[in-house]
């Protein structure tokens, strides 16, 4: 879990950013309806959780930089018996002062009293607009009304600024306790990975593996998956977002599972591709120690002072040229980038931002040029290439493979950290794990 002394260098980060005259509004998620009166597990607003470490649903957070009374206030449930005992412990409004650092707590159903009051003689709002318009309503009626007040001699804000595009920044660069939670993180999901490989047998289910997967994560400490895993096997595998699981796994097909856990609030997200009997196929072998080459060659672009698009750059290079090699693309090489007739068999970014969310927050581009790579970021790097059946123009040799290696890689002021290194992802590797258990 994340220290007290770490959200609270999160707000006072955020509120020397906004500075005096300034108010930030932050909701948590709402809770979600599965069916009838089944809710979805309850998971907080990543932003709200990032600045406050509060967990419960129906919860506010309020920023007001100079406040005498306290500058962070929480608006959350008060403790009720009744309801604790059916849906468990709320931190109520002790709580969230003793337990949460808030200055100070009201009770969530006197916000639309409480909170006019709070952008009284203040100049700017920072809230993330869009999100959720039935509360951005209650934001604008809020600024109405102390606007309503000015005869009077109130002064209401006269600014809006988007509080996520800050937010989003600060979250870019993570901590020496975030790396430590990813880190942790990207062990869990690399243990369970490799217990994925020594258990698969022909015959097997894709639910059974995704439902492995999750079981080890859970004995090793992780609750909960950062998404819901994908298990494919054979041409399921040429489908990106294939999370259907519900096929058996064929003797002689490879099988790709991108699956990640998630630890006190921060990803995991790993993919890798194996053969379900445990040995690859001269073809298989071919493709993924091509993926695997064009990995290695983004993984050593992941270095602070190269922009975002290296990586992507270094791994289009190596699988065109690759491809081109093996028959699968025709032309010159200068030919096929230019092109772009590789995104036939690879139509994906070579990666995304890592944190909180799997497909985390921050820009990509600054003033419309790609990001410079600083230490304290952490993106994936996952190349592939899907081959599905009937693709026409092609050997039937490649049909049906789908191939996708994915790693959690942190920028640091040196080499690449691969904080997922601990899957094995060489084809001697895997052979030599897969083929001991058998």
Request: hydrophobic residues 40%; aromatic residues 8%.
């Amino acid at each position: 879990m994340m220290k007290a002394t770490e959200y609270k260098r999160r707000r006072r980060q955020l509120m020397t950013m906004m500075g005096g005259g300034s108010i930030a509004i932050l909701p948590t998620a709402h809770e979600t309806i599965r069916n009838r009166d089944v809710h979805h597990p309850y998971r907080p607003d990543s932003d709200f959780h990032y600045l406050t470490g509060f967990p419960e649903p129906e919860a506010v957070a309020v920023l007001v930089p100079g406040r005498p009374h306290g500058e962070f206030i929480l608006f959350c449930r008060e403790k009720d018996a009744t309801k604790e005992m059916w849906d468990g412990y709320r931190a109520g409004l002790e709580g969230a002062v003793r337990d949460y650092g808030a200055d100070d707590a009201f009770p969530i159903s006197d916000l639309d009293d409480i909170l006019p009051g709070l952008l009284e003689e203040r100049e700017r709002v920072y809230f993330a607009m869009g999100s959720d318009p039935g509360f951005d309503q209650r934001v604008s009626d809020w600024v109405g009304q102390v606007r309503s007040r000015a005869r009077a001699g109130v002064h209401g804000p006269i600014e809006f600024l988007a509080l996520d595009h800050y937010l989003h920044d600060m979250r870019l660069y993570k901590s020496r306790a975030e790396v430590g939670a990813m880190r942790t993180a990207a062990r869990i999901s690399a243990q369970a990975h490799g217990e994925l490989m020594r258990r698969c047998r022909p015959g097997m289910y894709e639910y059974q593996l995704a439902s492995l997967f999750s079981h080890e994560c859970q004995m090793a400490g992780a609750g909960h998956l950062a998404y819901p895993s994908i298990v494919g096997g054979g041409n399921n595998a040429c489908v990106l977002h294939y999370v259907e699981n519900r096929d058996a796994l064929q003797d002689g097909d490879l099988v790709l599972i991108d699956a990640g856990c998630e630890l006190d609030y921060y990803a995991s997200d790993i993919t890798r591709t194996f053969p379900v009997n445990g040995c690859f196929s001269d073809a298989q072998r071919a493709l993924y120690e091509l993926v695997l080459e064009a990995q290695h060659a983004a993984i050593d672009k992941v270095r602070a002072g190269n922009h975002w698009n290296d990586p992507h750059e270094a791994a289009v290079r190596v699988l065109t040229k690759g491809l081109l090699k093996l028959g699968l693309l025709r032309g010159t090489l200068a030919k096929a980038l230019k092109s772009k007739s590789y995104s036939r068999f690879y139509m994906h970014r070579t990666g995304h931002w890592l944190g909180m969310d799997v497909h985390d927050v921050g820009d990509y581009k600054i003033d419309g040029h790609w990001r410079e790579l600083e230490p304290g970021m952490v993106l994936t790097v996952e190349p592939g290439l899907y081959i599905p059946r009937g693709s026409k123009g092609v050997a039937k040799k490649w049909q049906g493979i789908g191939i996708r290696i994915e790693d959690d890689v942190l920028v640091t002021r040196g080499d690449p950290d691969v904080l997922s290194r601990d899957v094995p992802k060489s084809v001697d590797a895997i052979e030599a794990l897969m083929t001991h258990v058998r």
